[in-house]
């Protein structure tokens, strides 16, 4: 059984209509939790609605999985009042990516269970047959990681990746989020791991002031490889030029560091958003032909 509810932003009954029936057809059975529908604001109702719908998944042991409704933001409002015994005792996969990175550097760092970034329910077409290719490819990829089939994907070559091999835990999510966890109990820990991050709507300035800060707080320096997912960049305003790109923001960053780098990977705000596995073992390959992005046997 796979559970819906909304952590953080606010959608619609009608709005999971589409993902449930796929998710039915898959095979699955659906329990809808009380927040979808509910709306204080721009969250997923109340605070203590949403953490108490959470905590009831997180506690059903009839709930193998937990996708959550859509990002926005909340997570972090109710991430600390979580209870996580019954989680750790029967664990189950927790499912979505932008601002539910809380959850998954949240679950990683402190309990060591895998968890899904991937698309939610907001990203699931109204006509599946219809839907762009793309798009089906990667809601298709939920289901294979549900299924528990070994996630491999592709990614082109790019001037600027740095060539290597790496195997490690896959660890990361968005920018912004990880970057507003630092010192916290869920900050992410990336020591020995293959770290990727993703983001939208951010100004080259401000990708670059998260990435000092990820470099200012040792998460660069130990990694074993760095992934860089979608960057939706926010045009500089007239007279506030940057004058770098996100590679240049990156590679400064990473220049006195030998580990295997890649750009435009499909993670992120954008269609080609696959579903891969966080804190499980992955081989990353980096050579000047391509990348390959592998759950390691």
Request: aromatic share 10%; proline share 3%.
């Amino acid at each position: 059984m796979i559970g819906i509810t909304s952590p953080a932003g606010f959608i619609t009954r009608e709005d999971i209509i589409p993902s449930a029936t796929l998710l039915q057809q898959w095979g699955f059975k659906i329990r809808v939790g009380y927040t979808i529908g509910k709306r204080d604001h721009t969250f997923g109702g109340t605070d203590a609605e949403r953490l108490s719908d959470m905590q009831m998944m997180l506690d059903d042991p009839q709930v193998k999985a937990i996708m959550c409704a859509r990002g926005g933001y909340g997570s972090v409002r109710i991430v600390d009042g979580l209870k996580w015994d019954k989680f750790k005792q029967n664990p189950k996969w927790i499912i979505g990516f932008s601002d539910i990175t809380v959850l998954h550097s949240h679950v990683q760092k402190n309990l060591g269970i895998a968890t899904i970034h991937s698309k939610m329910c907001n990203s699931f077409p109204d006509i599946w047959e219809s839907a762009d290719p793309l798009q089906k490819q990667t809601i298709e990829s939920i289901n294979k990681a549900l299924r528990g089939d070994r996630m491999e994907y592709e990614a082109p070559a790019d001037t600027f990746n740095r060539t290597g091999n790496a195997k490690a835990q896959l660890v990361g999510g968005n920018l912004k989020t990880l970057e507003s966890l630092a010192g916290s109990a869920s900050d992410i820990d990336t020591d020995g791991k293959l770290l990727f991050v993703e983001d939208t709507g951010e100004y080259l300035y401000s990708i670059d002031r998260m990435f000092w800060n990820l470099k200012r707080t040792g998460k660069l320096s130990k990694l074993s490889g760095l992934i860089i997912g979608g960057m939706k960049v926010k045009q500089d305003d007239p007279g506030e030029y940057f004058g770098q790109s996100v590679y240049d923001i990156v590679m400064n960053k990473v220049k006195e560091y030998n580990y295997p780098v890649c750009f435009n990977f499909p993670v992120g705000h954008q269609i080609d958003n696959f579903a891969v596995k966080c804190g499980v073992i992955h081989e990353l390959i980096v050579t000047s032909s391509g990348v390959t992005l592998k759950e390691a046997n």
